[in-house]
């Protein structure tokens, strides 16, 4: 029964599935996608109050550096290369192989900023700058802004580093 859906989502695939197995060993029946119903609903509305707790204190500090220093072209060996530059508006970036992966960076707290993508379909992302020492761009870290974003924008697993130049 499973292996005939095409879905990605746990409840439409689990419940069903724990269903019969229920029944085929003999358990009481127990309404499994109600129970996966309630769970994701409780999991949504956790994540929601966890981004909106997060959104509305920021520490109103930062950026270290004037907006220009972060600009360059970053690398990490998986992904390939991104773009940072500076528009009117302020900070964008670009991940360079990935259309429409690209939007503004508006700053979060320190040196974070929130990466909000032309595709509205990408979930945003926390962009944070390490700096070394001399307060020069040493790296990029990055992490999905909801809890719940899919395992597939597996930003955490990204290390960007600045690609070396002349005048650095």
């Given at each position: ?21 229920d029944h085929y060993v003999g ?142």
């Amino acid at each position: 029964f499973a292996t005939t859906m095409n879905a990605e989502e746990g409840a439409d695939r689990r419940g069903p599935t724990n269903e019969l197995l229920d029944h085929y060993v003999g358990r009481p029946f127990a309404d499994w996608p109600a129970r996966y119903k309630t769970l994701l609903t409780t999991m949504l509305t956790n994540a929601k109050a966890a981004v909106e707790k997060k959104a509305a204190g920021p520490a109103k500090i930062g950026p270290s550096l004037s907006l220009d220093r972060y600009v360059g072209s970053y690398v990490d060996p998986w992904y390939g290369r991104i773009t940072v530059a500076q528009a009117k508006s302020g900070l964008t970036i670009d991940f360079n192989e990935t259309p429409r992966m690209s939007g503004p960076l508006e700053h979060f707290q320190y040196d974070s900023f929130i990466a909000r993508y032309d595709d509205k379909g990408i979930e945003p992302a926390y962009v944070t700058f390490g700096l070394d020492a001399e307060g020069r761009v040493e790296r990029i870290s990055m992490k999905p802004v909801s809890p719940t974003a899919d395992f597939s924008f597996d930003y955490q697993d990204l290390d960007f580093r600045p690609v070396a130049s002349a005048g650095r």
